[in-house]
């Protein structure tokens, strides 16, 4: 049986955003928590601020970026990687 090397077993695809997403996170978290009552910037305003400020990535990386920036939000694991980065 052959073995993969830690580079062939990795399944994430979207590497660019794992070195952005605290950043991302620190642009965006304002945003999404004040979007808890009412929705006052959409995902595609959020998906163009993401752009403008890294904007090496694709659009649909950076949409990939706020939504999940909106589920960690929602579940509550925003501020914790925002602690751990302080």
Partial sequence: MET???AEQERRRHHQIRGIF?????????IVAGNDTIKT???FAMAH???????DLTPAEAHIV????EKM????RLQAILKKQS
Avoid: G, Y
């Fill in 22 to 30: 605290v950043k991302a996170c620190e642009l965006l978290e304002p």
């Fill in 4 to 6: 993969l090397s830690p």
């Fill in 41 to 43: 910037v959409s995902n």
């Fill in 49 to 55: 601020m993401v752009q403008d400020h890294f904007p």
């Fill in 73 to 76: 939000h929602r579940e509550q």
């Fill in 66 to 69: 706020v939504v999940t920036v």
